[in-house]
Nanobody
């Protein structure tokens, strides 16, 4: 299974970005998916997760109301819509897949990771 994250970039505070995670090698419906981020000098943290059918989603408190995770199983792609971006959202964002079918907050639950895409929010 390969995951390819894209969509990062430089944006001003208050702006928006949409990250995409394209999955290849297996059908996306096999996996629960998550987005994580890691800022310099900090641990990787959970941002959002979605069950394999998309029926259950969870967002970290720090992004709730601003970020939305979604998936299009027909396109084998998971998205993270990020609105009202803040400087503290600056990080490398990673998508990850878990064979459990649900999502998990812990990075250790995920078997497959994308390469990461950098999001930089200028204040």
């Amino acid at each position: 299974v390969q995951l390819q994250a894209s969509g990062g970039g430089l944006v001003q505070a208050g702006g928006s970005l949409r990250l995409s995670c394209a999955v290849s090698g297996r059908t996306l419906t096999t996996y629960g998916m998550g987005w994580f981020r890691q800022a310099p000098g900090k641990e990787r943290e959970f941002v959002a997760g979605i069950s394999r059918t998309g029926g259950i989603t969870k967002h970290a408190d720090s992004v709730k109301g601003r970020f939305t995770i979604s998936r299009d199983n027909a396109k084998n792609t998971v998205y993270l819509q990020m609105n009202s971006l803040k400087a503290e959202d600056t990080a490398v964002y990673y998508c990850a897949a878990t064979g459990s079918g649900s999502y998990h907050r812990s990075p250790t639950a995920y078997s497959y990771w994308g390469q990461g895409t950098l999001v930089t929010v200028s204040s």
